[in-house]
C-alpha cells in the first residue's frame, strides 16, 4: 500500500508473554520511528532508525523492550514478558531521510491490552 | 528538556463555532513546531508547521502562529465542521534532531 502498514491492529496477551508488533514503512523511506500512546498521554518516542541502524534507542522504557529493522523496510518491535502498564497504541512513523520538514507518515497504530 | 504542553480536553462545541488550542513549549533554541491531526480510524497527519519565529502555518481553514516572545503555538480555526472532529497533537522539533516531541493531545468533537 501507499502508507504506513501495522500489524496487527489490536492483540490482547496474558501477563508474562512475548509479543512483536510489527511496522511496513513507506517505500523509499529510510527514517522509522516508534512511539507508544498510552491512554491520556502524548505520544512517547521509544526508538528511531536510519536504515537498519538505530543510533537512538533512548525511550526504550525497559529491556523487556527490543526493536530491529531488516532491509532498510520493515521493523518489528518486540516486548518480552509483558507487563499490564505495556498496555498502550504502539505507532510507527516513517519519514525521507534527511527530510527537515518534520513531517512523519504514521500507520493506524497497534492496540496492545495485556490482561 | 524539550516539552509541548496543550490544553487538555475533551473540547465539544457546535458546528460553525471558532475553535482555539493553546499550545506552549519548553526548548532550547528555536525549534520547529507543528500540529498534527488523528481523525477516527486514521493514522496521525501533518496539518500545519512553522519553523521560525512570527511564521504562520494554515492548512484547511487550520491556522497557527510561532510567538517565541511567549513560546506559543495555538491552533484556531473561526468556524468548524463536523469534519473537524479529531485529536489534534502539538508538537516541536529541535533544530538539527530527527524526533518530534508531542504534547498529550486534545479531543475534540463537533456537533451539528
Known amino acids: 500500500g501507499a502508507g504506513v502498514s501495522q500489524s496487527p491492529s489490536n492483540k490482547v496477551t496474558e501477563k508474562g508473554k512475548d509479543v512483536e508488533l510489527r511496522c511496513d514503512p513507506i517505500s523509499g523511506h529510510t527514517a522509522l520511528y516508534w512511539y507508544r500512546q498510552s491512554l491520556g498521554q502524548g505520544l512517547e518516542f521509544l526508538i528511531y532508525?536510519?536504515?537498519?541502524?538505530?543510533?537512538?534507542k533512548s525511550g526504550l522504557p525497559s529491556d523487556r523492550f527490543s526493536a530491529e529493522r531488516t532491509g532498510g523496510s520493515v521493523s518489528t518491535l518486540t516486548i518480552q514478558r509483558t507487563q499490564q502498564e505495556d498496555s498502550a497504541v504502539y505507532l510507527c512513523?516513517?519519514?525521507?531521510?534527511?527530510?527537515?520538514?518534520?513531517?512523519?507518515?504514521f500507520g493506524e497504530g497497534s492496540r496492545l491490552t495485556v490482561l | 528538556g524539550d516539552s509541548v504542553t496543550q490544553m487538555e480536553g475533551p473540547v465539544t462545541l457546535s458546528e460553525e463555532a471558532c475553535l482555539t488550542i493553546?499550545?506552549?513549549?519548553?526548548?532550547?533554541?528555536?525549534?520547529?513546531l507543528f500540529w498534527y491531526v488523528q481523525y477516527p480510524g486514521e493514522g496521525l497527519q501533518l496539518l500545519l508547521k512553522?519553523?521560525?519565529?512570527?511564521d504562520k502555518g494554515s492548512n484547511k481553514g487550520f491556522e497557527a502562529t510561532y510567538r517565541k516572545e511567549t513560546t506559543s503555538f495555538h491552533l484556531e480555526k473561526g468556524s468548524v465542521q463536523v469534519s473537524d472532529s479529531a485529536v489534534y497533537f502539538c508538537?516541536?522539533?529541535?533544530?538539527?534532531?530527527?524526533?518530534?516531541?508531542f504534547g498529550a493531545g486534545t479531543t475534540v468533537t463537533v456537533r451539528a
Open positions: 512513523a516513517s519519514s525521507l531521510a534527511g527530510s527537515n520538514t518534520g513531517e512523519l507518515f
Open positions: 493553546n499550545c506552549t513549549y519548553t526548548a532550547t533554541g528555536y525549534p520547529s
Open positions: 508538537a516541536l522539533r529541535k533544530r538539527g534532531d530527527y524526533k518530534l516531541s
Open positions: 512553522a519553523t521560525k519565529a512570527d
Open positions: 532508525f536510519q536504515g537498519n541502524s538505530a543510533p537512538d
